[in-house]
């Protein structure tokens, strides 16, 4: 699922998420996963995974702060 590859590319690409635990409705922010840099990392996966782009205008919190939220976004980009 979407939300399992994008928890997947967290654990493999900041190692330091790997050990947090945290719900797929948690901010990954708040939880400290990613930082801002990692924000951009995530869209360029996310970009490139699931051939969608992502407008500045989209990269909103309710967009891409959760597992749960990417999943939800990504979803709705693919079925437009």
Do not use: H, M, W
């Not at 190692?15 to 995530?42: H, K, N, R």
């Not at 782009?53 to 702060?65: H, M």
């Amino acid at each position: 699922t979407i939300e399992a590859e994008v928890r997947q590319f967290l654990t493999d690409n900041f190692p330091l998420s790997a050990g947090f635990e945290y719900a797929a409705s948690d901010s990954l922010i708040g939880v400290g996963a990613i930082d801002s840099t990692g924000v951009l990392e995530l869209i360029e996966f996310i970009e490139e995974r699931y051939e969608i782009q992502v407008p500045d205008d989209e990269v909103l919190p309710e967009n891409l702060d959760s597992i749960e939220a990417i999943g939800r976004y990504v979803t709705g980009k693919r079925a437009g």
